[in-house]
């Protein structure tokens, strides 16, 4: 089971970029699959993206094209590039890790590791 740490969040305009990275300790290599999900202000945890062992990535409807999940084994770290930010983006932001197959990619009972999760806003 791997620890993980999010970071890279903050404030920012519409259209604008931002970089979240999540710090992992132990071996990410191992993981089945890996995740990004968002919870906006009194709503659900959602699904934002994944990369499933092999280099399978899954994105959520509102975010393909402008969001980009990457591994990076030898840094410890998974990212999520996002540009064209919206005020929708609001939300504050999980990574996800699982050692198991079981389950399907976009459910959050699927992943057994979380961070503690980093505010993004995106505001004029």
């Known amino acids: 089971q791997v620890q993980l740490a999010e970071s890279g969040g903050g404030l920012v305009q519409p259209g604008a970029s931002l970089r979240l990275s999540c710090a992992a300790s132990?071996?990410?290599?191992?993981?089945?699959?890996l995740g990004w999900f968002r919870r906006a202000p009194g709503q659900a945890r959602e699904f934002v993206a994944a990369i499933i062992r092999g280099g399978i990535i899954y994105y959520a409807d509102s975010v393909k094209g402008r969001f980009t999940i990457a591994r990076d084994n030898a840094k410890g770290t998974v990212d999520l590039q996002m540009r064209s930010l919206k005020p929708e983006d609001t939300a504050v932001y999980y990574c996800?890790?699982?050692?198991?197959?079981?389950?399907?990619?976009?459910?959050?009972?699927?992943?057994?590791?979380w961070g503690q999760g980093t505010q993004v806003t995106v505001s004029s």
């Open positions: 996800a890790a699982s050692t198991s197959s079981r389950g399907t990619y976009t459910y959050a009972e699927a992943y057994d590791s």
């Open positions: 132990g071996c990410i290599s191992s993981s089945y699959r």
